[in-house]
């Protein structure tokens, strides 16, 4: 098992619920991919350096999580197609 760090941005115009559901989400394909959440750190509404489709503020959130080396090709993948997460990396924090 890796350790890994992913961090995304959600759509800032997402109600409340809608932005705890999109975390949720992120959770629920580690978990679910054998991986295991060990920190969730919710930076909030920050502004963007620079406008992503027209939008100039979003919800950031950074997680660390363990799993197996093909969990990060599957998240990213998941994350590539949902419509509420704007921007997201993944980056193995085991490698120094």
Same mark, same amino acid.
């Given at each position: 098992?890796?350790?890994?760090?992913?961090?995304?941005?959600?759509?800032?115009?997402?109600?409340?619920? @809608? $932005?705890?559901?999109?975390?949720?989400?992120?959770?629920?394909?580690? +978990? *679910?991919?054998?991986?295991?959440?060990?920190?969730? =750190?919710?930076?909030?509404?920050?502004?963007?350096?620079?406008?992503? @489709? $027209?939008?100039?503020?979003?919800?950031?959130?950074?997680?660390?999580? +363990? *799993?197996?080396?093909?969990?990060?090709?599957?998240? =990213?993948?998941?994350?590539?197609?949902?419509?509420?997460?704007?921007?997201?990396?993944?980056?193995?924090?085991?490698?120094?």
């Amino acid at each position: 098992m890796s350790k890994y760090e992913v961090m995304f941005i959600v759509d800032a115009d997402l109600e409340e619920d @809608q $932005k705890e559901g999109a975390v949720n989400f992120v959770k629920d394909v580690i +978990t *679910g991919a054998a991986g295991e959440v060990e920190k969730v =750190d919710i930076w909030g509404m920050r502004k963007l350096a620079y406008p992503i @489709q $027209k939008k100039n503020e979003g919800f950031y959130t950074v997680m660390e999580f +363990t *799993g197996p080396p093909d969990l990060p090709k599957e998240l =990213d993948r998941r994350l590539k197609i949902s419509d509420n997460i704007v921007r997201h990396i993944i980056v193995n924090i085991d490698a120094k």
